[in-house]
């Protein structure tokens, strides 16, 4: 069976420091990955999209990035945070085929201060 | 523009049946769907309706109609443990049917 993990799942940081968040997927090969952010208040936005092994689509211009640097790996980074990085952060994948469903992970909740 | 709308909130009595709206205008369409997130967990997925009418599975049933954009989630025999938030999704974007644009959600709190 398929699963997802992402960590770390609750992280404090200062305003101005880096941001890795990991994401792997396991039990499925060439999966298209996705980065997701909740604010509280609002809908889930995508950040990023992959559909292979360095292939990332940014779909909201910010300070953020990621990179997928083997198939089922998946990085959501940021060299200096903001405090407007707050959020629930949540990776995901799918099959790619025309079912559409997404598999969540688990989340991670970033607090800026 | 693309832009989704559901109720913010609802409430609803234990063994009763809850209806959640949403409406819809995108650019294209491949598919609406419902999602259940409860409080501070991840989304699952709960119903994909691509064609008008309405789809049941168990206790939920999700209908849609393209020509108004518009889509609801019916709830049966409601439990306490549906008390979560329920987001409304739609695939907009041609051939890739997995991006999807997220309603804000709507918080459904069951009573006993």
């Not at chain 1, 398929?2 to 799942?9: E, G, K, L, R």
């Not at chain 1, 292939?55 to 640097?69: D, F, G, T």
């Not at chain 1, 995901?92 to 909740?109: I, T, V």
């Not at chain 2, 063994?15 to 769907?33: K, W």
Request: hydrophobic share 35%; glycine share 10%.
């Amino acid at each position: 069976s398929q699963t997802i993990h992402q960590w770390p799942a609750t992280l404090v940081q200062p305003v101005g420091s880096p941001l890795s968040l990991e994401c792997t997927v396991e039990g499925t090969s060439n999966p298209n990955l996705y980065w997701y952010r909740q604010a509280a208040g609002r809908g889930l936005q995508l950040l990023f999209y992959s559909v292979g092994i360095g292939q990332i689509s940014s779909e909201v211009p910010q300070n953020l990035s990621a990179s997928r640097p083997q198939d089922r790996q998946f990085i959501l980074s940021s060299k200096k945070l903001l405090l407007s990085d707050s959020g629930f952060y949540l990776c995901a994948w799918s099959r790619g085929s025309s079912s559409g469903e997404l598999f969540f992970g688990e989340g991670s909740r970033l607090t800026v201060l | 523009g693309q832009n989704i709308d559901q109720p913010t909130e609802m409430t609803a009595t234990e063994g009763a049946i809850v209806q959640i709206n949403c409406t819809y205008q995108t650019s294209g369409f491949n598919g609406l769907f419902w999602y259940q997130q409860h409080a501070g967990e991840a989304p699952t997925f709960l119903s994909y309706n691509v064609l008008d009418g309405l789809e049941e599975k168990g206790r939920f049933s999700s209908f849609l109609s393209r020509s108004k954009g518009y889509s609801y989630l019916l709830l049966k025999e409601l439990q306490m443990k549906d008390s979560a938030s329920y987001l409304c999704a739609v695939s907009a974007v041609p051939y890739n049917t997995d991006k999807l644009i997220f309603g804000t959600g709507t918080r459904l709190q069951v009573f006993p």
